[in-house]
């Protein structure tokens, strides 16, 4: 995907795109996962994000000959049409979609936490967190990136120019060089297909 072709003006972002990429390898690599915050536009770029990673994107991504034979081993009556229509699969989380607890949480405790809750049983040291938000100062957004550093998780965010608040925390931040929220995630949409991209063509080259 010729990204920093087709979008120059993310030249100047290119050094942390490949970081942030770079990053999301080794975690899954390690046997992590990929999770995900946002609020409005970008909590739905987190789903999508997830969407992309969680069956093929790009690639077919067909279950390998030992996977099936594995699967028929434990499941002798598994129906065996499935096994050529599942496919492989990255691990990834959007915490902004568990809306019963979420909801609980935001009503019963603090709505500034609701993300950061849920990295106390999701998040592990070798997971990456990936906030999302147009100015980097979202409240909750915020308070799972220092949540997820104190846990020891990498964390990621991927912002609006300047960073926000979010710059300070991550050990990665994505500035795009925009400052309108629309014009803002009209970029992340490409950065984040990149990134969805490279990973699956490490992973899955076929």
């Known amino acids: 995907m010729n990204l920093y072709e087709r979008y120059e003006t993310l030249l100047s972002a290119k050094p942390d ?22 609020n409005g536009g970008s909590s739905a770029d987190c789903d999508h994000i997830v969407g992309e990673l969680m069956k093929g994107f790009m690639s077919k991504r067909s279950l390998t000959k030992e996977q099936r034979l594995e ?50 049983g999701l998040g592990k040291k070798e997971d990456v967190l990936l906030c999302i938000s147009t100015s980097g100062n979202s409240k909750n957004v915020c308070a799972a990136a220092a949540v997820g550093k104190a846990l020891g998780i990498t964390v990621i965010a991927l912002t609006g120019q300047g960073g926000g608040k979010l710059k300070e925390i991550a050990d990665i931040c994505i500035c795009v060089p925009e400052t309108e929220t629309y014009k803002v995630q009209e970029l992340h949409l490409p950065v984040y297909h990149y990134i969805c991209a490279e990973t699956e063509k490490h992973f899955f080259n076929d």
Do not use: H
Not at 17 to 38: P, R, T
Not at 88 to 114: G, I, K, Q
């Open 17 to 38: 795109i490949e970081k942030a990429k770079d990053a999301v390898i080794e975690s899954f690599k390690s046997g992590g996962k990929l999770l995900l915050c946002g």
């Open 71 to 120: 699967m028929i081993k434990n499941n002798e009556s598994i129906n065996r049409e499935w096994l050529g229509q599942l496919q492989r699969a990255l691990p990834a989380v959007s915490l902004t979609s568990a809306t019963a607890l979420n909801t609980a949480f935001c009503n019963d405790v603090n709505p500034e936490l609701l993300y950061a809750q849920q990295l106390m």
